[in-house]
């Protein structure tokens, strides 16, 4: 850590207020409405069809009242394929930072086009349906460890692309990327991505077992930090735990896109790169329908929302407020916006763009606050009843590390795609 580097954390609801200890109890939820009997037969040949978790969250029930149309999400990641079927039409134009030869529609893995297609993909040709097809895509291009490996870059692409997305018309930004290291440019330009009205979502990391490092930028307090589960409501058990994480969604068992000349789609767990797209997906939803919110509303109503068994308010450090599903407002009417000034995030008041803006201080300085009584591992399983469906969510206790950096620089930051 380079010094000067800011020692904030997210604020967390203080020990005595946390209710239940969710050290050693297993918990339950359900993604939706009805997820019974969603599981697509193993023997479809098309990626589409292996998107077990649309069924999951009733993604055709909400189509019928919104698709996420006029809600922009700037896609922070190896850069998007504008080209592939299911995104043609659907990809705006974005910033290359890495300074790089190509631009930010030249995508070097193929990770960034599997992000945007969970968002906002038509589905056309076969390839991946988004949760949200009727938003756009801003695409920021950033080097990953390997690119940084073969190529001269900018040391700052993560700060530059995250300061582009919030003077872009973007309202939601999404990135499933991370690194252990943090900072001062990247944190000031979280800050003033908040202060411009924007719901910044963070993949918290894939590498369990590996010291359960916080990652940046999912750890900053202005940043949603997302974990992975499972067809089946399990918590994967790649994902990352603790402080950092703030909601759940699904990433196992997801289609992506094999490498970097899009000719075939490969399986696999798209883990909490896939679960933050597709939460960023269901805030789009969410916004879609009610555009007069502001990104605090948005969240707190997700938060609101968010599939557990446990009190509201509290927090486990496997799914933060739980699973995500917009379902539960977008079909049913549920979810209490708050206040529009009132970070979810951090408890404290924003004042600027569209309701949202830089933390106070005593927000931005406040140390996160741990309860010791969950660092034991939690598993087993219940099970909550909501509308018709009922779904058991399982806990397995683990960490998770995602390494992430720039080697030719004063600052060593390996970074790596969640």
Request: with cysteine; aromatic share 6%.
């Amino acid at each position: 850590m380079t010094a000067g580097m800011s020692q904030t954390r997210k604020r967390r609801m203080p020990l005595g207020m946390r209710g239940r200890l969710l050290g050693t109890m297993a918990i339950a939820t359900v993604w939706s409405l009805g997820f019974a009997g969603a599981a697509p037969s193993a023997l479809a040949a098309d990626a589409q069809s292996k998107q077990w978790y649309l069924s999951a969250m009733q993604a055709e029930e909400m189509w019928k009242v919104t698709t996420g149309e006029g809600v922009k999400i700037a896609v922070i990641d190896t850069g998007v394929n504008s080209a592939t079927p299911s995104l043609k039409g659907q990809v705006l134009k974005g910033l290359d930072a890495t300074g790089a030869e190509g631009d930010e529609t030249d995508d070097y893995s193929g990770h960034g086009t599997t992000m945007a297609e969970l968002i906002t993909g038509t589905g056309r040709g076969g390839g991946l349906k988004g949760l949200a097809p009727g938003s756009k895509i801003i695409p920021m291009r950033v080097a990953n460890t390997e690119f940084q490996n073969s190529h001269s870059v900018n040391a700052y692409d993560t700060a530059d692309s995250i300061r582009a997305a919030a003077d872009s018309d973007a309202k939601i930004i999404s990135m499933s990327f991370g690194s252990e290291f943090k900072m001062d440019r990247e944190i000031e330009a979280v800050k003033y991505a908040q202060s411009k009205g924007k719901l910044f979502f963070a993949a918290v990391g894939n590498n369990a077992g590996e010291g359960n490092k916080e990652q940046y930028p999912a750890a900053y307090p202005e940043v949603v930090g997302v974990s992975s589960a499972d067809r089946n409501g399990k918590v994967a058990e790649y994902s990352q735990n603790g402080g950092i994480v703030d909601i759940a969604a699904p990433g196992n068992d997801i289609p992506r896109w094999c490498d970097d000349k899009f000719k075939n789609y490969c399986d696999g767990d798209g883990g909490t790169s896939a679960a933050t797209a597709i939460a960023s997906a269901s805030a789009a939803l969410v916004w879609s329908a009610h555009p007069d919110w502001t990104a605090n509303q948005v969240l707190n109503v997700l938060f609101d929302t968010a599939g557990r068994d446990w009190e509201k308010g509290t927090l486990s450090k496997y799914l933060g407020h739980g699973l995500i599903r917009p379902s539960m407002n977008i079909l049913k009417g549920k979810g209490d916006p708050g206040a529009p000034d009132v970070s979810p995030l951090t408890n404290e008041k924003t004042s600027g763009s569209a309701g949202s803006a830089a933390p106070s201080a005593s927000a931005s300085s406040q140390p996160d606050k741990k309860n010791k009584a969950e660092d034991a591992t939690m598993a087993g399983s219940s099970t909550e009843k909501d509308g018709d469906s009922q779904l058991g969510l399982i806990i397995g206790g683990v960490a998770v590390v995602l390494v992430l950096g720039a080697g030719a620089f004063a600052l060593v930051r390996k970074r790596r795609t969640a």
